[in-house]
């Protein structure tokens, strides 16, 4: 998905769903089959929470450079989490991730 400024990212944003823990199993053992989709809908259902992290963020920080970055960390978990096992919540993961990618994108500016 591709944003061309700040608000254009929390517009799309906005209209994506997020799914049911339900859902979420059925796309997590649909992904671990090779199922492309089945991943873009997984990314696509947490695409708010980033939203809600880049919102918390001063203006003066955020920048499209800063969301990509958020949004390749969320790929990126999505590929290595196992949705399968009943222990830590992805959201709580993912909100791990993202601070620690802004951290890392503030010590680069």
């Known amino acids: 998905m591709l944003f ?5 990212f929390f517009e799309k944003a906005s209209r994506l769903e997020r799914t049911s823990r339900d859902e979420e199993l059925t796309l997590a053992r649909l992904m671990i089959e090779g ?6 809908k997984l990314i696509n ?3 708010p929470v980033v939203a809600a992290f880049v919102r918390r963020v001063s203006k ?6 800063m969301i990509y970055r958020c949004i390749t960390a969320l790929e990126r978990e999505v590929d290595t989490f196992d949705f399968l096992q009943t222990g830590e919540s992805f959201t709580h993961r993912l909100n791990i ?9 503030i010590a680069d500016k």
């Open 60 to 65: 003066e920080m955020c920048s499209l450079e």
């Open 35 to 40: 199922d492309r989709e089945a991943r873009q």
């Open 45 to 47: 259902s947490y695409i």
């Open 4 to 8: 061309t400024d700040y608000n254009d």
């Open 97 to 105: 991730v993202l601070r620690r990618e802004l951290t890392k994108f």
